[in-house]
């Protein structure tokens, strides 16, 4: 099992941006799948994007963009031109077979 700590999280306005990072430790981090998963305040925790250990993506929104570095055991958000609806508690989650890890969060809010 990998240990998940994010970071990169803040107070950002309206259309700026932000890179998150989400670093492991432990075991191979290069066999697992990882997204990244948002909560909104009273809302239910979402899937923003995703990346296979093979490297092919997928963002559920299209101004968040996710990059892998294995050499690094790092995965990234891009998030451009954020909007007040982006604020919220960011995690990252990493899988393998039926391993699961999440990490703690890093928070994220939108405001001018």
């Known amino acids: 099992q990998v240990h998940l700590v994010e970071s990169g999280g803040g107070l950002v306005q309206p259309g700026g941006s932000l890179r998150l990072s989400c670093a492991a430790t432990g075991e191979l981090f290069s066999r697992y799948a990882v997204a990244w998963h948002r909560q909104g305040p009273g809302k239910q925790r979402e899937l923003v994007a995703a990346?296979?250990?093979?490297g092919y993506t997928n963002s559920v929104k299209g101004r968040f963009t996710i990059s892998r570095d294995n050499a690094k055991n790092t995965v990234h958000l891009q998030i451009s031109n954020l909007i007040p609806e982006d604020t919220g508690m960011y995690y990252c989650?990493?899988?393998?077979?039926?391993?699961?890890?999440w990490g703690q969060g890093t928070q994220v809010t939108v405001s001018s």
């Open positions: 990346i296979s250990r093979g």
């Open positions: 989650k990493a899988v393998f077979n039926d391993v699961v890890s």
